[in-house]
């Protein structure tokens, strides 16, 4: 298994490494994820991720075969790359809110990785003007505040209408806190 994974990561390296193999590699590492051999399944999506970041906008064709795996993961890392990628490539995936909708079912027993993921990816959409603002308010919620929330709270959030503000002094991007105790 962690000669497996270790040769995942040979092959993403010479992606990043070697732009003329990218094309090969990317063909490699699909195989391998089509394949849903578990314990490489995992780590393939990692490097995935890592070759998005490398080559943006270049491989984006195989999104849909990685988000066809997204019930075969479960490793945190595998997950939490997997949002990034989600979040990242939100306006070119017809489904990327039910996508994200999926981890959000699942976020009190996440691995801290992939809440953070989550939420990250969560933002981006809102401020994107991609995601609807009630499907995404109870995982920020539960996410910052550390509880969760039932539904019927969410017409008396007073933060409701906005839930971000940024701090142009400091450029920071954080939730607004509430003086109502639940």
């Known amino acids: 298994m962690k000669f497996a994974r270790r040769a995942m990561?040979?092959?993403?390296?010479?992606?990043i490494n070697f732009p003329s193999a990218a094309d090969y590699a990317v063909k490699i590492l699909l195989d391998v994820?089509?394949?849903?051999?578990?314990s490489v399944l995992q780590e393939a999506i990692v490097v995935v991720q890592e070759i998005f970041r490398a080559y943006p906008d270049k491989y984006e064709s195989i999104i849909a075969i990685l988000a066809a795996s997204l019930e075969d993961l479960d490793e945190p890392e595998a997950k939490a790359a997997l949002i990034w990628i989600i979040g990242q490539y939100a306006d070119r995936i017809e489904a990327a809110e039910e996508l994200?909708?999926?981890f959000a079912e699942t976020f009190d027993h996440?691995?801290?990785?992939?809440?953070l993921s989550l939420l990250t990816a969560l933002s981006?959409?809102?401020?994107?003007?991609?995601?609807?603002?009630?499907?995404?308010?109870?995982?920020w919620?539960?996410?910052?505040?550390?509880?969760?929330v039932p539904l019927f709270l969410f017409p008396s959030l007073p933060f409701a209408d906005m839930p971000i503000v940024c701090n142009a002094k400091w450029g920071a991007t954080s939730l607004r806190t509430w003086s109502r105790t639940f």
């Not at 040979?10 to 992606?15: D, F, I, Q």
């Not at 994820?33 to 578990?38: F, G």
């Not at 981006?124 to 995982?139: H, I, N, P, Q, T």
């Open 100 to 102: 994200l909708e999926y």
């Open 9 to 15: 990561q040979a092959v993403g390296k010479c992606a």
């Open 110 to 115: 996440e691995k801290p990785v992939v809440q």
């Open 124 to 139: 981006k959409l809102y401020l994107e003007g991609e995601l609807s603002l009630r499907a995404c308010v109870r995982a």
């Open 33 to 38: 994820i089509e394949n849903k051999v578990h």
């Open 141 to 148: 919620v539960r996410g910052c505040v550390g509880v969760p």
